[in-house]
């Protein structure tokens, strides 16, 4: 019992320092570097506050705070989008930490997805603080609704990173072109800049096959008292993410044992 205490904390101070190192990558000044990702996010919402106050769009949305409107569709894009970049791009079994006797893949992976979620949950804390201050008041009608959306995004967009790194060690240029088309498509089809509601049933299908745009969808019921999501499933992208997590889990296992150093000299 008492070694596998120590073997628990072991890991957990491994996990913290590579949490760190994760968030540091980026910058050499950690504090810098939070910043610099927390402006990123800040910036984007802007640029979609003013573009969609430019074109008067604003009664195409749903009413109610419009700011928490576009955040509601835009941290959980970033959530997802950052969640699937973190994890695909950990390295995997082909990974030169892996050396080192302490580093597991467990550890690269877990230390990906936390260093995503606490980037992102400073950020979306920032960018409510600055709203209700300077803007109006932020309410939402059912925060912990809200926050498990956000949750289901972030684990989501594990699963999907998890299985694209474990398939990545077998054609590893494939698995990088997928990444970027799914990641660039969810600008569109995430559905994070529309109501699924107010969709033309011949444009339905374009979105309802990605989870993000049910989690999104979902998010805004919980955000409004006036608006309920109709045409989408939220026990959809669950059941999806349980799904990618135990095939790319099988993948990864199953690469980790076979994998050669010269699979990475294919690419």
Same mark, same amino acid.
């Given at each position: 019992?008492?070694?596998?205490?120590?073997?628990?904390?072991? %890991?957990?101070?491994?996990?913290?320092?590579?949490?760190?190192?994760?968030?540091?990558?980026?910058?050499?000044?950690?504090?810098?570097?939070? !910043?610099?990702?927390?402006?990123?996010?800040?910036?984007?919402?802007? !640029?979609?506050? %003013?573009?969609?106050?430019?074109?008067?769009?604003?009664?195409?949305?749903?009413?109610?705070?419009?700011?928490?409107?576009?955040?509601?569709?835009?941290?959980?894009?970033?959530?997802?989008?950052?969640?699937?970049?973190?994890?695909?791009?950990?390295?995997?079994? &082909?990974?030169?930490?892996?050396?080192?006797?302490?580093?597991?893949?467990?550890?690269?992976?877990?230390?990906?997805?936390?260093?995503?979620?606490?980037?992102?949950?400073?950020?979306?804390?920032?960018?409510?603080?600055?709203?209700?201050?300077?803007?109006?008041?932020?309410?939402?009608?059912?925060?912990?609704?809200?926050?498990?959306?956000?949750?289901?995004?972030?684990?989501?967009?594990?699963?999907?990173?998890?299985?694209?790194?474990?398939?990545?060690?077998?054609?590893?240029?494939?698995?990088? &072109?997928?990444?970027?088309?799914?990641?660039?498509?969810?600008?569109?089809?995430?559905?994070?800049?529309?109501?699924?509601?107010?969709?033309?049933?011949?444009?339905?299908?374009?979105?309802?096959?990605?989870?993000?745009?049910?989690?999104?969808?979902?998010?805004?019921?919980?955000?409004?008292?006036?608006?309920?999501?109709?045409?989408?499933?939220?026990?959809?992208?669950?059941?999806?993410?349980?799904?990618?997590?135990?095939?790319?889990?099988?993948?990864?296992?199953?690469?980790?044992?076979? !994998?050669?150093?010269?699979?990475?000299?294919?690419?």
């Amino acid at each position: 019992m008492a070694k596998l205490l120590i073997g628990i904390l072991n %890991f957990l101070i491994l996990l913290y320092y590579t949490i760190v190192k994760d968030i540091r990558q980026s910058d050499g000044n950690a504090l810098r570097g939070l !910043v610099k990702e927390v402006m990123q996010t800040i910036i984007l919402v802007a !640029v979609f506050y %003013f573009m969609i106050n430019i074109l008067s769009l604003r009664g195409s949305v749903v009413r109610g705070n419009f700011v928490l409107f576009l955040i509601s569709g835009i941290f959980l894009y970033l959530t997802h989008i950052k969640a699937i970049g973190k994890i695909s791009g950990a390295g995997g079994t &082909l990974n030169p930490m892996l050396k080192h006797a302490p580093v597991t893949t467990l550890l690269l992976i877990a230390s990906a997805a936390l260093s995503s979620l606490y980037i992102q949950l400073l950020s979306m804390g920032v960018v409510l603080l600055l709203t209700h201050t300077l803007i109006e008041p932020v309410v939402f009608y059912n925060f912990k609704g809200f926050m498990l959306c956000f949750f289901i995004a972030w684990l989501s967009g594990i699963s999907i990173g998890l299985l694209l790194l474990s398939l990545a060690p077998y054609a590893p240029t494939i698995i990088n &072109l997928i990444t970027m088309i799914y990641q660039r498509s969810n600008m569109i089809f995430s559905g994070k800049m529309i109501l699924a509601s107010t969709l033309p049933g011949f444009m339905l299908p374009m979105f309802i096959w990605n989870p993000l745009f049910h989690t999104i969808d979902h998010a805004r019921g919980f955000v409004f008292v006036n608006y309920t999501a109709r045409v989408t499933n939220l026990l959809y992208p669950v059941v999806l993410t349980i799904i990618f997590l135990i095939i790319g889990m099988m993948f990864e296992h199953w690469a980790r044992k076979y !994998v050669s150093e010269s699979w990475s000299k294919r690419q």
